[in-house]
C-alpha cells in the first residue's frame, strides 16, 4: 500500500505559481503511475497530469497544459506538479493518486492522498 501525503497549496494571485509536493511512503511506489486530480466545488474531479513510473510518459488536460509540469524523484518518493501562469478556474483541491503499473493511466488510482486545496485570486 501507497501512502501518499500532499503539501504546497495556497493562495495565490492569478498568474502567479506553485509547486505542490506529494511525498509516498511503501514499496510500490516506484512501479506506480503517479498523477493529480483536482475538484472544485459543484464539478466533478478531474485528471490533470499523470506520469509513468519511469517518468518516461506523461499526460496533461488540455486545459493545463503549457503551464503546468509533472515530474518525480523516485530517491525522494515524491511527486511534483508545478503550476505556472495559475489561472482562477484552477481553483481547486488538488489530489495526489498513485496506481499500480507501467501505464500512465490512472483510473481508476490505487492510492489517493487528502488533498490539498488551491485558491487563484484574480
Known amino acids: 500500500q501507497v501512502q501518499l501525503v500532499e503539501s504546497g497549496g495556497g493562495l495565490v494571485q492569478a498568474g502567479g505559481s506553485l509547486r505542490l509536493s506529494c511525498a509516498a511512503s511503501?514499496?510500490?511506489?516506484?512501479?506506480?503511475?503517479m498523477g493529480w486530480f483536482r475538484q472544485a466545488p459543484g464539478k466533478e474531479r478531474e485528471l490533470v497530469a499523470a506520469i509513468t513510473w519511469s517518468g518516461g510518459s506523461t499526460y496533461y488536460a488540455d486545459s493545463v497544459k503549457g503551464r503546468f509540469t509533472i515530474s518525480r524523484d523516485n530517491a525522494k518518493n515524491t511527486v511534483y506538479l508545478q503550476m505556472n501562469s495559475l489561472k482562477p478556474e484552477d481553483t481547486a483541491v488538488y489530489y495526489c493518486a498513485a496506481r499500480r503499473g507501467f501505464t500512465v493511466a490512472m483510473n481508476p488510482p490505487d492510492n489517493w492522498g487528502q488533498g490539498t486545496q488551491v485558491t487563484v485570486s484574480s
Open positions: 511503501g514499496r510500490t511506489f516506484s512501479t506506480s503511475a
